[in-house]
């Protein structure tokens, strides 16, 4: 699995200072609120279970499942949602958790459909940001780092379902996604 890192962008020391940071700017922000971390399979799995140990306030936890991207590296634009929410989130504030932030199509979409169903507020928390790949408008309250455009693999995020596993979030050499 090594073999195919070109390099390591983000170590495991500076992810877990930066979870802690926006751990804390969560918890002094939304305290004395009804918050329900929304997580987005698979990719916020390793993230949310960090993010939500450095959150001091209680919060209430739920999984979206998507699929928007297949088993490839580009975007689709089709965004399906394949396990959805409960459809009352009146008094709620909603906090989405993502991975990462690329075109913008998939968060604006479940934006816009959490929306819906009438939450009191809801905002968005993303670990990475590839800015300049915006085609969608979408404005997280949260980033953690921008990246690069590079296919960036670990802590959650994969390629066709591999190197989910590691620790720490890496450059993955372009040869294994353009064979
Ligand atoms: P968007 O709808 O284009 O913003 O796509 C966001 C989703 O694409 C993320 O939740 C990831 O699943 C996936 N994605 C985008 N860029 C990368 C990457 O560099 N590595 C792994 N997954 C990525
Ligand atoms: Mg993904």
Redesign the pocket.
């Known amino acids: 699995m090594l073999k195919d890192i070109e390099k390591v962008l983000l170590s495991e020391q500076q992810l877990a200072e930066k979870v802690k940071e926006i751990g804390d700017a969560i918890s002094k922000d939304f305290e004395g609120k009804d918050v329900l971390l929304v997580g987005?399979l698979k990719?916020?799995v390793v993230f949310m279970s960090d993010l939500m140990r450095a959150i001091t306030i209680p919060v209430a936890i739920d999984f979206m499942s998507v699929s928007?991207?297949g088993d490839g590296?580009k975007?689709s634009?089709v965004?399906k949602i394949v396990k959805d929410l409960q459809n009352d989130l009146a008094g709620k504030d909603v906090i989405v958790v993502?991975?990462?932030?690329?075109?913008?199509?998939?968060?604006?979409?479940l934006k816009k459909h959490i929306e819906a169903k009438g939450p009191n507020s809801i905002s968005i928390v993303t670990l990475?940001d590839?800015p300049e790949?915006r085609?969608v408008d979408?404005y997280p309250k949260y980033t953690g780092f921008n990246?690069p455009d590079?296919?960036?693999?670990g802590y959650g995020?994969?390629?066709a379902e591999k190197y989910r596993s590691l620790p720490f979030i890496g450059i993955?050499k372009p040869c294994v996604y353009e064979k």
């Open positions: 987005i990719g916020s928007s991207y590296s975007s634009g965004v993502e991975d990462i932030l690329d075109s913008g199509r998939t968060l604006s979409y990475l590839k790949r085609v979408v990246v590079e296919f960036v693999v995020l994969d390629f993955l």
